[in-house]
């Protein structure tokens, strides 16, 4: 498979303070059947809620199935947080869960919905 090794730097901002993430990313494909995206942070800078967030990481797995006649689509998150001294364990990874699913249910909303509008 070929494919191409980028470093970027994404400023994400919807509700709260800006999140500036710099990450490789990856892009991979066999120009026939499968097309990755994978995302590695590098750096993470962030106020607020977020300023607790150490590392993210995203993967998009694109697969053509011939024989189907179907796309089939795999999305993994990996977010690594860091917990201040003072916040109570378990409530705070409740909340950092509950924060990092919304997360990636918006984020990969809008990629199916570009996807399924280019393809």
Not at 33 to 57: C, E, H, N, P, W
Request: proline residues 3%; neutral net charge.
């Amino acid at each position: 498979m070929n494919g191409i090794s980028l470093e970027v730097t994404n400023t994400v901002q919807d509700s709260g303070s800006p999140v500036k993430i710099r990450e490789e990313v990856q892009i991979i494909s066999d120009e026939r059947t499968r097309f990755i995206y994978r995302t590695r942070s590098k750096d993470v800078q962030a106020r607020g809620m977020a300023s607790y967030l150490r590392k993210v990481g995203f993967n998009t797995e694109l697969r053509w199935q011939p024989d189907s006649k179907e796309f089939e689509i795999a999305l993994h998150n990996n977010v690594q947080v860091e917990r201040p001294w003072y916040a109570l364990a378990p409530l705070f990874v409740l909340i950092a869960k509950g924060i990092s699913k919304d997360k990636f249910e918006q984020a990969s909303t809008e990629l199916l919905d570009y996807i399924t509008k280019n393809l």
